[in-house]
Nanobody, 127 residues
Framework: QVQLVESGGGLVQAGGSLRLSCAAS????????MGWFRQAPGEEREFVAG????????RYADSVKGRFTISRDNAKSTVYLQMNSLKPEDTAVYYC????????????????????WGQGTQVSVSS
């Protein structure tokens, strides 16, 4: 059974930092990439960042470039999202997701290619 468990969310003031973690278990094949998405109240879920397991190639949404950094620890099957210079508009539930396609060699920013999802962790940024 595949499980993606996020942790590290919380309440922080604008300008502060948080580090999210996503531990993956039960993946018989690690696959292509892991992604972070977020969903604010009343909004659609949107791509934040993604990283390939093998090469470490990353991709970011324009809104977080220069502030967020995604990384992975292959030995622990864990992906991290370091979020700095947080803004109130970063407030959302953050989800990690796994793209298990072994034949894809790039990070996609669309939800439909991600096969498994975590339960989400709340990030709230106060002004």
């Amino acid at each position: 059974q595949v499980q993606l468990v996020e942790s590290g969310g919380g309440l922080v003031q604008a300008g502060g930092s948080l580090r999210l973690s996503c531990a993956a278990s039960g993946l018989t094949v690690r696959g292509n990439a892991m992604g972070w998405f977020r969903q604010a109240p009343g909004e659609e879920r949107e791509f934040v960042a993604g990283i390939r397991w093998s090469s470490g190639t990353t991709r970011y949404a324009d809104s977080v470039k220069g502030r967020f950094t995604i990384s992975r620890d292959n030995a622990k099957s864990t992906v991290y999202l370091q979020m700095n210079s947080l803004k109130p508009e970063d407030t959302a539930v953050y989800y990690c997701a796994a793209d298990v396609d072994r034949y894809r060699d790039y990070v996609l920013n669309v939800q439909w290619v991600y096969d498994y999802w975590g339960q989400g962790t709340q990030v709230s940024v106060s002004s």
